[in-house]
């Protein structure tokens, strides 16, 4: 178990804990000291004394949730000690700013992925592999019917899904940090000539554009605009806008989702989204099996979606010991 | 003519919601298309008793033998996405090189040549068959390719789609496509050319039966709005529903499901055949009870559809009749556009008429359906309470002045049903559906009292909304007991309304009841599991 006493990281309902260090990792409610993987706002609560994290998401955290958060950035691969336990943040692919925490104790190492994905994203640091003796991987897509396509295969068909529009405008709904910026960094300016992003994602890209990540041209969706010019056009809007309300007042419209879950036609078809495109900010089966088997670690858990299957397979193929953790509630 | 393009289309008609825009696509495909590749086309698109290959069943197993995955880890991806041949799909997007230009196959090559391969081989041939057939077919095409392999061909591209699509391209009205969609089906070349014709023959359309009309749910304003006299009331029969075909001495018998049944009723072909006129007409297939001259329980009705061909005794054990309530043809003469009450009048006077002398014996067998005589809505109300005392459903209510057209045509024919029984039971086990509801608890049984345990008593899919869906769902997931295989059980908290059309006594149910077509019709948050009804009640309901 993940929760004898002797371990260096223990589950609680506040989320990962590191006693000796007296930190939270990622914490659903307020504490007094935290590390934040990234800056996805299921990561971050309001109300935390003091957050540790990487200097990109520090930058993400202060544009999302306000310049008043006590925010203390890192470098990575640069260590930091706190009680005596060494800590170090390290690339987890996942989005700008996003970070595995490796945290050493004595002779005892743990790592913590936290979202990770080793696909290539222009908008972040790759993936960086890290060795451990005691894992804590994600498996939000613990399952091997999940094979990412390339990147390029994507943009293509997204790009050729704008194209054949005959007279409806596309809506690309997509996370409005991460995703939006992935998608806009590798869409193609020539190819899409008008490209609307919404006020939310247009908010993140100022960051990114900050630290000098290329975009193709977008401006930004205003709800005063002409909705004719919006025609042929692609429009990336968060996907909490999904609702019939406001898509009404597009005569024609079609509509897409980006996320690792559209490959799946049942749940696609549940959303009641036109079409979907396969696009993950995780890691597949594969990419999980490769990340857990590089680290050498000697203990796996797993963490968030369906880590059973994923934990019984290695087991058995790879007599890992590895177990799943289910959520404290 | 290809997988390529029919693979194409497929994404395509997956890829809009639009009803309009699918029809587009449709259109446009089947004028771009050769005539072969598009009869196979709507062959596979309205899902006509498309021949399955392989079971999604064995098509797991082979991936797991041949691939060496583990059979459970595969089983739990099914449960997830909730079709074999999609599992297979997204499974092998891993095994498959990532650049792959392979020849195109034709579909009738592939459908009627390279599959039927599949009936000669045993069972390790079959497995490095397929094998073979993965690694020649192209990622984008293994949907498709494994989706004919098993059968399964639903996309939600409804007959209606292909009939507005080929009326669309060739101004044909859409109830003569139906009408030559119906009855058998051969995807060969002939059959497109048929389809597009734009010269009607009523010669061309012998054998096939008409499309069927079909009754709205009554609408209770109708008593307010209307007076009762622009009705005919009938019984609402609970058979099978079935339209005769006698046209010079070829009988067939088609049923609404459009499957040919002259070899389950032998006995109907021979009295038939005596009859004087040539006919369509339009009933329902009964196990009728002579003595009390009423139709048995449906689910006689089921024991004898069971037997395919069915021995002397066994049409003497079960004997049917087929009720007749509507005529379509006479003598070659198309007159659904003559109204209803004047149908009724052909009906009486030229169907039955024998040419042996003894017409008993057509007359025990094939009867025309009684009209029901009201004289005010209290009558029609009550008569459709006391349905189940005879047997029957409720009413059927139809306009005298109908035409017979395709489909639910408001306002022309009304099933005013019985209302159903109903019991509260307590949600004890879920499972995942399939298909559009993979991954979600949507397929429930519940339990009553027996004493006081509970004892399961019903499996329903049906009845809640989609909001309902998911609260329960998520509901489910937490209240989770223990799991057997991709079934929970859950906490005995949650009380439904269940309503259903009968109840009979059954050794085959732990309960001993059995309940024919059992719903959702509530989620009593108001009751809490002590409010569930009894076994006591449901077997009262069964002396009643």
């Not at chain 1, 247009?202 to 900050?210: D, S, T, V």
């Not at chain 2, 052909?346 to 002398?357: A, H, P, T, V, Y």
Request: proline share 3%.
């Amino acid at each position: 178990m993940i929760n004898s006493k002797q371990n260096l990281i223990t589950q609680t309902i506040k989320g990962l804990y590191c006693e000796p260090a007296k930190i939270w990792i990622d914490p659903n409610r307020p504490v007094e000291k935290a590390i934040i993987t990234h800056a996805h706002a299921d990561h971050f609560t309001n109300g935390c004394r003091e957050y540790i994290c990487s200097i990109e998401t520090g930058l993400l955290l202060r544009k999302r949730f306000g310049n008043n958060i006590n925010l203390k950035t890192i470098d990575y691969d640069k260590k930091f000690s706190i009680n005596g336990i060494k800590f170090s943040l390290h690339p987890s692919g996942h989005i700008l700013g996003s970070s595995q925490i490796k945290i050493i104790a004595g002779s005892e190492t743990w790592l913590i992925t936290g979202d990770l994905k080793r696909q290539k994203d222009k908008t972040c640091k790759s993936y960086e592999k890290v060795k451990t003796d005691f894992l804590i991987c994600e498996s939000t897509f613990g399952l091997p019917i999940f094979n990412w396509e390339s990147t390029d295969k994507i943009i293509d068909d997204i790009t050729k899904w704008v194209s054949q529009s005959e007279d409806s405008i596309s809506i690309l709904f997509c996370y409005s940090l991460g995703k939006a910026q992935r998608l806009l960094s590798e869409l193609n300016s020539q190819k899409l000539t008008n490209i609307y992003v919404h006020k939310s994602i247009n908010k993140m890209n100022l960051i990114y554009k900050r630290l000098g990540i290329e975009f193709a041209e977008a401006k930004i969706y205003d709800t005063n605009l002409e909705i004719c010019n919006l025609n042929k056009s692609l429009l990336l809007l968060p996907p909490s806008l999904n609702n019939k309300n406001f898509l009404r007042k597009f005569k024609k419209v079609r509509t897409g989702f980006a996320s690792g879950w559209m490959s799946i036609r049942a749940l696609k078809k549940r959303s009641g989204f036109d079409k979907g495109f396969t696009i993950s900010d995780h890691a597949d089966w594969n990419g999980l099996v490769k990340t857990i088997k590089e680290s050498e670690a000697k203990r796996v858990f797993l963490y968030h979606g369906d880590g059973e299957s994923l934990a019984n397979f290695l087991r058995d193929k790879e007599d890992l010991n590895i177990k799943q953790l289910n959520e404290i509630k | 003519m290809s997988l390529n393009k029919f693979s194409k289309l497929f994404e395509e008609l997956d890829s809009n919601n639009s009803i309009n825009k699918k029809v587009n696509s449709l259109t446009k495909y089947f004028k771009s298309n050769s005539n072969l590749n598009n009869i196979w086309t709507i062959y596979l698109l309205i899902g006509k008793r498309n021949k399955r290959f392989i079971s999604g069943k064995s098509l797991r197993e082979y991936y797991s033998d041949i691939y060496k995955m583990p059979l459970w880890l595969i089983e739990t991806c099914y449960t997830k996405v909730g079709d074999s041949a999609e599992v297979i799909s997204l499974l092998l997007q891993d095994k498959l090189p990532e650049k792959d230009i392979k020849e195109d196959i034709s579909l009738d090559e592939l459908i009627n040549n390279i599959l039927p391969n599949f009936f000669k081989l045993d069972e390790n041939q079959k497995k490095s068959y397929i094998k073979l057939l993965w690694e020649k077919i192209t990622k984008d095409n293994q949907l498709i390719f494994n989706k004919i392999l098993t059968g399964t061909f639903r996309i939600g591209v409804s007959k209606g789609l292909v009939t507005k699509a080929i009326s669309n391209m060739t101004g044909i009205d859409e109830s003569i496509i139906l009408h030559r969609l119906m009855g058998d089906f051969e995807p060969i070349e002939e059959t497109y050319i048929f389809l597009i014709n734009k010269k009607l023959e009523q010669r061309e359309l012998a054998y096939k039966p008409y499309p069927f009309q079909l009754a709205n749910t009554f609408d209770e304003k109708i008593k307010e709005t209307t007076s009762i006299k622009q009705y005919h009331f009938e019984s609402k029969w609970d058979g099978i529903r079935s339209q005769i075909i006698k046209r010079a001495n070829n009988i067939s018998i088609w049923t609404r499901g459009e499957e040919l049944v002259n070899k389950t009723f032998p006995e109907l072909i021979k009295i038939i055949s005596d009859l004087k006129n040539d006919f369509v007409v339009d009933g329902e297939i009964l196990i009728w009870d002579e003595n009390k001259n009423m139709p048995e329980d449906f689910s006689l009705l089921q024991k004898r559809l069971g037997r395919k061909s069915p021995s002397i005794k066994i049409q003497n054990d079960l004997p049917i009749v087929f009720v007749a309530y509507d005529i379509l043809e006479i003598n070659g003469n198309d007159i659904r556009n003559k109204i209803l009450s004047e149908r009724r009048n052909i009906l009486e006077e030229k169907f039955l008429n024998s040419i042996s002398e003894d017409q008993t014996i057509a007359s025990k067998k094939i009867k025309i359906t009684k009209l029901l005589k009201m004289n005010s809505w209290e009558e029609v109300e009550e008569s459709k309470n006391s349905a189940r005392n005879i047997n029957t459903e409720g009413l059927v209510i139809k306009n005298k002045n109908s035409k017979y057209l395709p489909g639910r045509k408001k306002g022309n024919w009304w099933k005013y049903k019985i209302d159903p029984m109903q019991l509260d039971g307590v949600l004890i086990y879920a499972r995942p559906g399939s298909g559009k509801r993979a991954d979600l608890y949507t397929d429930y049984s519940f339990a009553i009292w027996e004493n006081n345990k509970l004892v399961k008593f019903a499996n329903a899919y049906s009845g809640l909304n989609n909001e309902e869906i998911k609260e329960l769902d998520k509901w489910i997931r937490k209240n989770t007991l223990e799991r057997y295989g991709p079934v929970r059980s859950v906490k005995p908290e949650l009380v439904f309304e269940i309503s259903f059309d009968n109840i009979q006594i059954s050794k085959r149910h732990k309960s001993g009841i059995a309940l024919r077509f059992p719903r959702i019709t509530k989620w009593r948050k108001d009751k809490n599991i002590m409010d569930a009804d009894k076994l006591e009640n449901a077997m009262r309901m069964i002396r009643s």
